[in-house]
Structure formats: structure tokens, C-alpha cells
């Protein structure tokens, strides 16, 4: 899994997982040349990422039926359909990204009545904004996507 990490004032950290933006990326190159083959090594090249992490979403996006790979020294990979038939819901759940947002795992202080309720309370806060965030993933699919790279090179 490949994390950036940020700091932020008063030395707390944040972290950020790239796993859903590079399996789109992945995703949108193999669209844009769909009934093609796609080398790893010219995808790692697109994404302009470590090959390895490449590899290891292609396989994620491969166990979810979304490509096909071949292996060895000619691998290619290809969309299993067409990208109408694929939204960007696939995508992210193939990619096992972790939950947009997640409730904090620091300790309850038993004495802040905020502290011992508040876990509880954005539980259901944030399961709504995830559900929100993936209806609107699964109305967009890979084929706009594509449409909105080509129309931005002409």
C-alpha cells in the first residue's frame, strides 16, 4: 500500500492513500487505448510511479475482472469491457482503498463527556458521506473519463 504522509502543525499526522487515483490513472490509460494492450512498464511510466506499485494495482484491478493481464517480459494488460460498462465505483472498490474518512483511534478521556460520545456520534456522519461519495462514483463511468482526457488534448 503506498501512503503519502503529511505533517501538519502541532506534529500530528495525516495520511493520505494514492491507491484510488492510480488505479483510475491505470484504468483511464487502458481506455483511452481500449482494444489494446498496455505494457506495465509504459503504465508505470503514465502513472510516474514505482513499477512494483503499478504491478501491484494492476493485479488488484485483474482479481476484480476489470483487466486482464498477461505476464512476463511482453506483459500487457487490457479492459475486460468496454469503459461505459465500468464506473469509477469498480475502480475504487478494486483498488481496496481505505474509507474517505475514518474516526480517529486516539484514546477516550473518561472524564470529557465529547470524548466518550463522539466516536459514536460521527459514525454514522461519516458512513453517510462514504455512501455519498460512493453513489457519486458509481454514476461517473471510465468512458467519460476518457472523454474528458481526449476533449482536454485536442
Known amino acids: 500500500m503506498l501512503i503519502n504522509i503529511t505533517y501538519n502543525a502541532g506534529d500530528s499526522m495525516s495520511a493520505t492513500s494514492v491507491q484510488f487515483t492510480v488505479a483510475a490513472h491505470i484504468m483511464a490509460a487502458l481506455g483511452f487505448r481500449h ?3 498496455t505494457g506495465s512498464a509504459m503504465l508505470a511510466e503514465s502513472v ?4 512494483t506499485f503499478v ?10 475482472g476489470l483487466i486482464v493481464t498477461t505476464r512476463g ?7 475486460t469491457r468496454s469503459p461505459k460498462n465500468i464506473t469509477l465505483l ?5 483498488s481496496a482503498a481505505p474509507a474517505t474518512f ?14 466518550c460520545n ?5 459514525a454514522s456522519v461519516l458512513k453517510k458521506a462514504q455512501d455519498s461519495f460512493e453513489n457519486c462514483l ?3 463511468t471510465l468512458a467519460e473519463i476518457v472523454g474528458e482526457i481526449r476533449r482536454a488534448n485536442r
Open 55 to 64: 504491478r501491484k494495482s494492476l493485479s488488484k484491478l485483474s482479481k476484480a
Open 35 to 37: 482494444g489494446e494492450e
Open 102 to 115: 475514518a474516526i480517529h483511534s486516539y484514546p477516550v478521556e473518561k472524564r470529557c463527556p465529547i470524548s
Open 90 to 94: 469498480h475502480i475504487y472498490r478494486a
Open 138 to 140: 458509481d454514476r461517473i
Open 48 to 51: 510516474n510511479a514505482d513499477p
Open 73 to 79: 517480459k511482453n506483459g500487457a494488460s487490457r479492459l
Open 118 to 122: 463522539i466516536k459514536g456520534c460521527m
